[in-house]
């Protein structure tokens, strides 16, 4: 039995195809998908309701989506900051998309952002002070 060891693109054969880069790949696949991808009525119905509230401040966009209920009428559509940044970042996503950066929804959307980024970088910090004691009360320093 003979081995033969594939050295470089002169031993391939003639007949196929050329090799693609990951990244040529994964872009074909993203425009596959944003195509194909289904439109989500509740972020629609949520968007159409921002641009309706557009004048309102940021502070009253902000509470507007901290108050939304989920499906269930029970709990929180957004639960944590985290969701809060997630769902705006989503909004400006799609205002950029529709050239609207220059309005004051934009603007107000951006600014409620903001705070719940502020929110999330607070319980952060908070989490690491409780959890990470420094000076004389570090487990680290502590005598047995």
Known sequence: MKIETVMGS??????????????????????????????DPEFE???????????????????????????????????SAKALMMVTLQVLVRLKDENLEKTA?????????????????FVKGFMRDVFQPMDDEAWEKSEW
């Open 10 to 39: 002169s031993t391939r054969e003639r007949g196929s195809p050329p090799v693609e880069t990951l990244e040529s790949r994964l872009l074909a696949a993203s425009q596959d998908l944003s195509g194909s991808k289904r439109p």
């Open 45 to 79: 119905h949520l968007y159409q309701q921002l641009l309706a509230m557009e004048g309102a401040g940021e502070k009253a966009i902000y509470e507007f989506l901290r108050s939304r209920r989920g499906a269930d009428g029970e709990f929180p559509a957004y639960p």
């Open 105 to 121: 929804l934009y603007k107000e959307v951006s600014g409620a952002n903001g705070l719940a980024f502020s929110m999330d970088l």
